[in-house]
T-cell receptor, first 114, second 115 residues
Framework: DTAVSQTPKYLVTQMGNDKSIKCEQN?????MYWYKQDSKKFLKIMFS???????INETVPNRFSPKSPDKAHLNLHINSLELGDSAVYFC?????????????FGPGTRLLVL | AQSVTQLGSHVSVSEGALVLLRCNYS??????LFWYVQYPNQGLQLLLK??????LVKGINGFEAEFKKSETSFHLTKPSAHMSDAAEYFC?????????????FGKGTLLTVNP
């Protein structure tokens, strides 16, 4: 069974479109995250949620809106896609924060904006 | 504020040789430190972590790291490299309190292993 799953795995779209990426974890964790990995492999946190409550929002443009319908899901909706949004987006989950739980990462969603 | 510096974006070793990947951190409070590995086209996997207690931490696949507060370092080592160790390695730091939920990553070190 996949611990943290993301859909879709690949996403190719045109500038200006709106798209969503879904994330689900079956580990019973209470904290979920979204990370962005750019073309140089640099990983940066975007959001973290604990028990469906937004904990971290790292100066991400308003075009990005996370939604956590329940503790097992954290989706990412992106409006008006721009070329610079092309990256790999990783979802992760943990039990509690960094000190108490390992973060488990999903396989990533490779987004290409044309 | 917290930050991580990984010295060397690319490290190349021969199979059987010592692996040393360097990581220095900056943190205003006692840090929590992590090493993650990323194989091609995959997500990240935790190798090891330091939160409190023993400063020498052993992880999976024969890796270990030592927390040195005086040097603000958390270097990753493995006595003998294997071909399967070829991957991207990331050092990360987190802090206690509210920032406990935020991992700050270094820029990564690509490890290649030559036969």
């Amino acid at each position: 069974d996949t611990a943290v799953s993301q859909t879709p795995k690949y996403l190719v779209t045109q500038m200006g479109n709106d798209k969503s990426i879904k994330c689900e974890q079956n580990l019973g964790h209470d904290t979920m995250y979204w990370y962005k990995q750019d073309s140089k492999k640099f990983l940066k946190i975007m959001f973290s949620y604990n028990n469906k409550e937004l904990i971290i929002n790292e100066t991400v443009p308003n075009r990005f809106s996370p939604k956590s319908p329940d503790k097992a899901h954290l989706n990412l909706h992106i409006n008006s896609l721009e070329l610079g949004d092309s990256a790999v987006y990783f979802c992760a989950s943990s039990r509690g924060g960094a000190s108490s739980g390992t973060q488990y990462f999903g396989p990533g969603t490779r987004l290409l904006v044309l | 504020a917290q930050s991580v510096t990984q010295l060397g974006s690319h490290v190349s070793v021969s199979e059987g040789a010592l692996v040393l990947l360097r990581c220095n951190y900056s943190s205003s409070v006692p840090p929590y430190l992590f090493w993650y590995v990323q194989y091609p086209n995959q997500g990240l996997q935790l190798l090891l972590k330091y939160t409190t207690g023993a400063t020498l931490v052993k992880g999976i696949n024969g890796f270990e790291a030592e927390f040195k507060k005086s040097e603000t370092s958390f270097h990753l080592t493995k006595p003998s490299a294997h071909m399967s160790d070829a991957a991207e390695y990331f050092c990360a730091v987190s802090e206690s309190g509210g920032s406990n939920y935020k991992l700050t990553f270094g820029k990564g070190t690509l490890l290649t292993v030559n036969p």
